[in-house]
C-alpha cells in the first residue's frame, strides 16, 4: 500500500516538473517575442497599414526573387561607452514606449451635408514643386482647392526642374488608379485634359500662399467666366492650415493618409526594408538631413573646412529660385535653424540613453563630406544601415536614378520605425511627424536644437562634459517633444500678414483637432459604444 502510494507522488512530481519546464519554455519564448517584436507593435495603438491586395503580391514576388544577405555586422567593435541612466529591460521598455494617445483616432469621414461633385466648371491643372514631400503636400491642398472652385483636377504634373532633376512621373511614385478611384466621391480626377482642350487658352496663376476659402470661391472660381483651363503654377503651401470648412480639413487628410499611396512597387519594396530592418529588433529611423542641397540652402557650414563652405555658398549663389543669398552660418546655427551634424547626432542619442548596439536606418541621401563625416556618429552606434545595405543592387536598380522614389523608400520606412528623430525640420520630417501623428500618436523625438548646440559648443570649449549631468538635462528637455498628442499651433502673438501664417504649425504637420478625435467610453444606460467628441 505504501509502495503503491510512493509510487503515485513519483509520477505526480514528474508532471509537476514537466509543467515547471513548459511554463519556463513559454517564458523565454515571450521575451524572445518582445526583443524582435518591440512594445510598440505589442501596444494598443492602430497596427501599422496593411499592404493593399496588389502591393502584397509585388512584395511576395519581391521577397521570393530576390536574395539578400543580411550583412554580418558581429564583428563590428561596439564602443564601451557607459549607458547614461539606461538600467536593464525597464529603461529599454522606456526607452521604445510609444507616448499615450489618449484615445486620439482618426476622424475623417465628411459630414451627412458632404455632396457627391456633379458637372465641374472646369479643368484645374497643377505644376507642383519642391521634393517629394513638398509636393505630396502641395497635391493634397490641390484636391481640396479642385472641390472648393468645382473643378475637375487634372492628375498633378511632378517636378522635373528642381535641384534633384527628377523624371518621375505621377504614377512612377504614387499609386494613380488607386489616387483617382478612392477621391471619387469627393473630386472628379482624369489623368489628361481632354483633346478639344488641349489648344484652348488658360489661366495661369500662382494663387496666394496660405489662401483661405473666400479667395478661392470668389477670386479664382470667377476664372470660370473666361476660362475652362486653369492652371497652377505651383502647389505648396496655397492654402490655409486654419479657419476651413470641416469638410474641406477632412479631404485633405483623406488625401494625404489614404489616397495618395505610392505605386505598387514602391510600397512593396520599402515593406521589404521595413522588413529586413526589423530583423535586428526595434529601430530608430533617423532622418540625417545632412546633404549638400540642405547644406548650401540653408547656409549651415558650422564644422566645414573653408573649401567645403566655398562650395555650398557657391551653389547657393548659382541656385536662381533660393532667394536669401547672404546668410550668417553662426547666427542660423545659434538659433537653431541648422541641421544637427552626425556626431551632433551621435551625442544627442546616446546622451538620451540609447545603447551601442540600437539599430539606426539613416533616411537620407549622400551625407556631405560621406564616411569621413559619418565617423563618430558610426563609433558611437555601429549597426547604421541604409536602403544600400539592406537591398541588393538589383532590388534598387529601378529606383536609384529618381530622387523622389528613393525619398519614398525612406519615407515608408521612417513611418513604419519604432521611434523617428530628425536631425531638421525640413519638409520630409514635418510630413512624417503628421502621418505618426494620425496612425496613434507614434514616437517622434523633435530634437531641441537651440539649446542643443549651447551644450556641444561647451563640450567643445571644455566646460562641460558628456555623463550623466548633460544625459539628465537633455532627456528633461526631450520629455515632451516625443510626439504626444496636442493640438496645431497657431501663429506666433504679434505676427502680421505673411509672416504670421508662416509662423503657424503647418497642418500636415498636425492633424489634430481636424481629423483626430478623443474617443470615450460612457457606461449609460443607453449605449456603450464609443463616442466621439
Sequence with gaps: MQKKRWRKLGFMRRVLTCGIALISLVALFSAHLHLFFPPSQLSMLPDPYKLPKQHEIQYQKLSKERSWTRPNLSKAPLPALKLSGANGSLDFNKLWKHPPNRDFAPCVEPSSSYIVPEET???????????????????????????????????????????????????????????????????????????????????????????????????????????????????DSRLANNNLPPDIQKLRCRACYEALRFSPRIEAMGKLLVDRMRSYGPYIALHLRYEK???????CTHDLSIEEANELTAIRENTTYWKVKDIDSIEQRAKGYCPLTPKEVGMFLRALGFPPTTPIYIAAGEIYGGDSRMAELT???????????????????????????????????????????????????????????????????????????????????????????????????????????????????????????????AFYVNPLPDCLCQKESPYNENSSSLVIK
Excluded at 123 to 142: E, F, K, W
Excluded at 197 to 215: C, E, N, Q
Design 121 to 235: 466648371r472646369g479643368y484645374l491643372l497643377v505644376h507642383t514643386n519642391g521634393g517629394l514631400n513638398q509636393m505630396r503636400a502641395g497635391i493634397c491642398d490641390m484636391v481640396a482647392v479642385a472641390r472648393i472652385i468645382n473643378a475637375t483636377l487634372v492628375v498633378p504634373e511632378l517636378d522635373k526642374r528642381s535641384f534633384w532633376q527628377d523624371t518621375s512621373n505621377f504614377s512612377d511614385v504614387f499609386d494613380e488608379d488607386y489616387f483617382i478611384s478612392s477621391l471619387a466621391n469627393d473630386v472628379k480626377i482624369v489623368k489628361k485634359l481632354p483633346i478639344e482642350l488641349l489648344t484652348a487658352t488658360r489661366a495661369v496663376k500662382y494663387f496666394r500662399s496660405w489662401s483661405g476659402i473666400d479667395y478661392y470661391e470668389q477670386e479664382i472660381a470667377s476664372l470660370w467666366e473666361d476660362y475652362q483651363v486653369i492652371r497652377a503654377a505651383k502647389s
Design 293 to 299: 542641397d540642405m547644406l548650401a540652402f540653408s547656409g
Design 379 to 505: 563609433y558611437r552606434f555601429p549597426l547604421l544601415m541604409r536602403k544600400e545595405k539592406l537591398a541588393t543592387v538589383e532590388e534598387l536598380d529601378p529606383f536609384i536614378n529618381h530622387a523622389s522614389q528613393m525619398a519614398a523608400l525612406d519615407y515608408i520606412v521612417s513611418v513604419e520605425s519604432d521611434i523617428f528623430i530628425p536631425s531638421y525640420s525640413g519638409n520630409m520630417a514635418r510630413a512624417v511627424e503628421g502621418h505618426r501623428r494620425f496612425l496613434g500618436h507614434r514616437k517622434t523625438i523633435s530634437p531641441d536644437r537651440k539649446l542643443l548646440v549651447r551644450f556641444f559648443d561647451k563640450i567643445a570649449n571644455g566646460t562641460m562634459k558628456e555623463g550623466k549631468n548633460l544625459s539628465r538635462r537633455i532627456i528633461e528637455i526631450h520629455k515632451r517633444r516625443q510626439g504626444s498628442p496636442r493640438r496645431r499651433k497657431g501663429p506666433i502673438t504679434g505676427t502680421k500678414g505673411t509672416d504670421r501664417f508662416r509662423s503657424e504649425e
